[in-house]
């Protein structure tokens, strides 16, 4: 998948003849990267998308834990359970698979498909606060990214986003970006999916569940259950999206009428 396989035990290396003692005297060339890694340039746009700095919006949501600080339902003790449950039972069956849907059929030149996806996405997200959060995040990413990138696929989809045509959710214009700019799709969910457990650290931070220190031990100690919702998501089909992240649900319903919120979800 997006990998090259290098030979150079073929039949065309010279191991013996006039040349090959030069050969093996000469300085060994510069390590290239293998072919499971990832070009410099794909991990620099997965580095300023999943930068905080990026203006996508993410920084205003708390994914609901806001709406659990306020029924005093999480405290520090059982935050980072919280998080790794949102991941594997609400962004991953979801989000994380509605991006890697997008970012193939992206690559494969099916629009139609990629707005299927994003009109299945939204239909799943069951309350006003999570579906206004995620469409107004996407429609922010596709804005800047057409913009910083230059690629046609992200503008066309931003102007179908501007008529109105599609919903233009987070996860779907993050896989279109990603599919744009070159990013394999494995590595644009990891990204997305690392994103989004960031934001939910600094919503943590906000809220005063962590401290700075302990939501770094958070980040680090999530990242088998990244490396497992990443998998599950890339083997996913269309009819799977869907989260069954039920209590969150209902904590976003409660946050959307609190009399004071700090973040929009």
């Given at each position: 998948?997006?990998?090259?396989?290098?030979?150079?035990?073929?039949?065309?290396?010279?191991?013996?003849?006039?040349?090959?003692?030069?050969?093996?005297?000469?300085?060994?060339?510069?390590?290239?990267?293998?072919?499971?890694?990832?070009?410099?340039?794909?991990?620099?746009?997965?580095?300023?998308?999943?930068?905080?700095?990026?203006?996508?919006?993410?920084?205003?949501?708390?994914?609901?834990?806001?709406?659990?600080?306020?029924?005093?339902?999480?405290?520090?003790?059982?935050?980072?359970?919280?998080?790794?449950?949102?991941?594997?039972?609400?962004?991953?069956?979801?989000?994380?698979?509605?991006?890697?849907?997008?970012?193939?059929?992206?690559?494969?030149?099916?629009?139609?498909?990629?707005a299927l996806v994003d009109e299945h996405l939204f239909a799943t997200k069951l309350g006003q606060e999570m579906r206004r959060a995620a469409t107004r995040t996407g429609r922010q990413l596709l804005d800047?990214?057409?913009?910083?990138?230059?690629?046609?696929?992200?503008?066309?989809?931003?102007?179908?986003?501007?008529?109105?045509?599609?919903?233009?959710?987070?996860?779907?214009?993050?896989?279109?970006?990603?599919?744009?700019?070159?990013?394999?799709?494995?590595?644009?969910?990891?990204?997305?999916?690392?994103?989004?457990?960031?934001?939910?650290?600094?919503?943590?931070?906000?809220?005063?569940?962590?401290?700075?220190?302990?939501?770094?031990?958070?980040?680090?100690?999530?990242?088998?259950?990244?490396?497992?919702?990443?998998?599950?998501?890339?083997?996913?089909?269309?009819?799977?999206?869907?989260?069954?992240?039920?209590?969150?649900?209902?904590?976003?319903?409660?946050?959307?009428?609190?009399?004071?919120?700090?973040?929009?979800?």
């Amino acid at each position: 998948m997006y990998r090259e396989d290098h030979d150079t035990t073929g039949p065309g290396a010279r191991t013996s003849g006039p040349g090959a003692q030069a050969s093996a005297s000469a300085p060994a060339p510069a390590a290239s990267a293998g072919p499971a890694e990832p070009s410099l340039a794909h991990l620099l746009v997965g580095l300023q998308l999943t930068d905080s700095a990026f203006p996508s919006g993410f920084y205003t949501l708390s994914h609901s834990l806001e709406g659990f600080a306020q029924a005093r339902a999480v405290d520090s003790e059982t935050l980072p359970a919280l998080l790794e449950s949102l991941l594997v039972h609400g962004v991953g069956p979801a989000d994380a698979t509605a991006l890697a849907l997008a970012h193939r059929a992206t690559r494969e030149g099916r629009p139609e498909t990629v707005a299927l996806v994003d009109e299945h996405l939204f239909a799943t997200k069951l309350g006003q606060e999570m579906r206004r959060a995620a469409t107004r995040t996407g429609r922010q990413l596709l804005d800047l990214a057409a913009e910083v990138y230059g690629r046609p696929e992200i503008a066309a989809y931003h102007a179908r986003v501007v008529r109105r045509e599609v919903p233009g959710t987070q996860a779907v214009a993050a896989g279109i970006t990603y599919a744009a700019t070159g990013v394999p799709v494995r590595q644009a969910v990891v990204c997305d999916l690392f994103a989004f457990c960031a934001s939910f650290a600094g919503a943590a931070l906000r809220l005063r569940l962590t401290d700075h220190r302990r939501a770094q031990v958070m980040l680090h100690a999530v990242a088998p259950a990244i490396e497992r919702t990443v998998e599950a998501a890339l083997r996913r089909e269309l009819a799977d999206v869907g989260a069954t992240a039920f209590a969150s649900d209902i904590m976003s319903g409660r946050h959307e009428r609190a009399e004071a919120r700090l973040f929009a979800s």
